[in-house]
């Protein structure tokens, strides 16, 4: 009994709502409907969910340069204004001796998103090539992914309430640059990449062994 096989949800007719999660049964081999409980579509796979995902992917490694490269604030003080990118204001940090706050920004600020960038790119990959990592894991990865997706946002939260709380007008200010408007962008398309990919396409391959 132990060595039995088991079935998957859709080798049963079965598929979840997304809104409710309410397992429903897909009646004459149809691959989506409605939910019997709260109308809303039921489907086994999304559509197109590698396309989308790989699209926003590519979308946010694009931004990616932009964000580590313009100025993401800069602060004026006595009307000489310095502007830092994120690695920049990294290396001031180390220079002023706060090398803790430094490591902190830089996992934070770069590498977090990166990391978050190159999880997709991972999981998009072994998927179309069918690989043979243990989708256990893959799909551990791709939780911690969307998990970290929503913090990356305290970046540009930080500069926001810096640049409305700062301001002392000629003798001191700061104002959130390009960068910080790069990040944002950066930031929401990896939260719609892994959004749109649809996990349950780590299984199938293990459904069809």
């Not at 502007?83 to 996992?107: E, K, W, Y």
Request: hydrophobic share 50%; glycine share 8%; proline share 3%.
């Amino acid at each position: 009994m132990a060595n039995a096989k088991l079935k998957s949800a859709r080798s049963e007719g079965l598929a979840r709502c997304h809104t409710c999660s309410m397992l429903n049964k897909l009646e004459g081999g149809a691959h989506h409907g409605l939910c019997t409980r709260c109308c809303a579509p039921v489907h086994f796979r999304s559509h197109n969910s590698l396309e989308r995902s790989w699209a926003l992917v590519i979308a946010s490694l694009v931004v990616f340069i932009p964000a580590n490269t313009l100025p993401i604030m800069t602060v004026n003080y006595f009307g000489t204004g310095t502007s830092d990118t994120i690695l920049s204001g990294i290396i001031t940090l180390i220079n002023l001796g706060m090398a803790p706050v430094a490591v902190i920004v830089f996992i934070a600020s770069f590498l977090v998103p990166l990391s978050k960038i190159l999880g997709l790119v991972i999981l998009l990959i072994t998927v179309n090539r069918h690989s043979g990592v243990k989708p256990v894991q893959r799909t551990k990865m791709y939780r911690v992914v969307e998990f970290l997706g929503k913090w990356s946002m305290l970046d540009v939260f930080v500069v926001a309430i810096m640049g409305a709380v700062v301001n002392l007008g000629y003798i001191t200010s700061i104002e959130p640059g390009r960068g910080a408007a790069a990040f944002a962008i950066m930031v929401i398309l990896t939260m719609f990449a892994a959004h749109s990919f649809d996990q349950r396409l780590i299984w199938d391959l293990k459904d069809n062994e």
